[in-house]
Every structure is written in structure tokens, then in C-alpha cells.
């Protein structure tokens, strides 16, 4: 499964923004799907995950209640959107899966578990 995430781009604190995570296979929608972030210097962390029908997520607590993680009824796409950015939310951000189909999903994840990476898209934010 290849993933591809949209464009970040250069923000003001306080402002939003909505990035997607694309997969290149029908399989895409069988899978839940994490975002992760890494800082500069930092190791990449979890933010959020949906599960593959699209009714039950989990966020870090860095994002919760100013990150939405969704999953339109076709499941061809998920979206991370992002309220309220602020300076720290500054990372390149990835989606990512690990292919298996399941209906359970987990509070967290680790970067090492997942088998499908889309290209990092960077998200600055400034103050």
C-alpha cells in the first residue's frame, strides 16, 4: 500500500490547517490509518489514529481537542485536521498504516509497528 500525504505549508499560531492521507490501493480503506509527527531532533511521535470504518479514533494528548482526525464514508481518504496550531504542532508529519485489517485499534502507537509510510509533509507554525 502506498500512501500519499498533501502539502503542509507555513502557519501563524491559532490558525488551521487539514492534511489528507491518500492510499494508492482499494486496500486503503480495509486499514486504520496513524499520524505521526517528528520534531527536529526528536523522535517521531503519535498523534492520531482512526480506525478503518471510521468511527473510533485516539489522539495524543499534545492534540486533543484542537486535532480531528476523519474518515469520509468512501474511506479513500483520511483527513487530519488542525485547529489552533500552535509553535510546538511544528513537525513534518506523516500518515502511515501497518496493512492489517482489524477492528481493533490502540490509544498509541509505535513508529516501529507500522509498514507503510506515506512522504513526510512538513507543517511549520510560527508565533
Known amino acids: 500500500v502506498q500512501l500519499q500525504a498533501s502539502e503542509g505549508g507555513l502557519v501563524q499560531a491559532g490558525d488551521s490547517l487539514r492534511l489528507a492521507c491518500a492510499g494508492s490501493?482499494?486496500?486503503?480503506?480495509?486499514?486504520?490509518i496513524v499520524w505521526f509527527r517528528q520534531s527536529p531532533g526528536k523522535q517521531r511521535k503519535f498523534v492520531a489514529v482512526?480506525?478503518?470504518?471510521?468511527?473510533?479514533?485516539y489522539y495524543a494528548d499534545s492534540v486533543k481537542g484542537r486535532f480531528t482526525i476523519s474518515r469520509p464514508n468512501n474511506k479513500i481518504v483520511v483527513y487530519l485536521h488542525m485547529n489552533n496550531l500552535k509553535p510546538e504542532d511544528t513537525a513534518t508529519y506523516y500518515c502511515?498504516?501497518?496493512?492489517?485489517?482489524?477492528?481493533?485499534?490502540?490509544?498509541?502507537?509505535?513508529?516501529?509497528?507500522?509498514?507503510?509510510w506515506g512522504e513526510g509533509t512538513l507543517v511549520t507554525v510560527s508565533s
Open positions: 502511515a498504516t501497518d496493512g492489517i485489517k482489524r477492528n481493533q485499534i490502540y490509544s498509541d502507537y509505535a513508529p516501529v509497528g507500522m509498514d507503510y
Open positions: 482512526i480506525n478503518w470504518r471510521g468511527d473510533l479514533t
Open positions: 490501493e482499494r486496500t486503503f480503506s480495509d486499514y486504520a
